[in-house]
């Protein structure tokens, strides 16, 4: 697919049907994180792949977001690897675990794989139901399926602000 179509067909699944996603599919994915950047290139994310029954019971006691996705994968970054800005008031831990969520999440397109971010939950608690460690931070959880029959993009998908109201040139 072309990276204009993948971008522009690509859209939050909210009904996952049950079929798995398969496993060189899956490790496409993976490697499209893999192979995002990050800040001084640390490489600071941690992803786990959650598809045992007890994983997928953790994720739905965090969040009712999960609409029978077989496979999440939980986007985490090591606290303790990460580029701290000039003036020591931000850190590369949050924007470079998004760019590999980001990768993946269009991969998935790529693959013909439906996908829904989530971000409706308490990191405190997940991290905690996923028994990360203590130094690691959660960002997000990556649905990933296929749609079930009937499923689509929400009413309000196509709805885009002109680039004039969110893009300035200075």
Request: with cysteine; hydrophobic share 40%.
């Amino acid at each position: 697919m072309q990276f204009k179509e993948v971008v522009k067909n690509r859209y939050s699944c909210k009904k996952f049907s049950d079929r798995k996603v398969e496993e060189e599919k899956l490790q496409a994915i993976l490697e499209a994180g893999r192979l995002a950047p990050t800040a001084k290139n640390l490489q600071e994310q941690r992803i786990y792949v959650l598809q045992t029954e007890r994983a997928l019971k953790a994720v739905d006691k965090l969040t009712p977001c999960r609409y029978n996705a077989p496979t999440v994968l939980a986007v985490a970054y090591d606290t303790t690897n990460v580029f701290t800005y000039p003036g020591g008031k931000r850190n590369s831990g949050i924007e470079d675990a998004t760019i590999v969520a980001t990768h993946m999440l269009l991969a998935a397109a790529d693959e013909g794989v439906d996908s829904c971010w989530i971000n409706f939950f308490d990191p405190e608690q997940a991290a905690a139901a996923l028994d990360l460690p203590e130094h690691e931070e959660i960002l997000m959880l990556l649905d990933l399926g296929y749609a079930a029959e009937g499923a689509g993009p929400l009413a309000n998908h196509g709805s885009r602000k002109p680039l004039d109201e969110t893009v300035s040139y200075l």
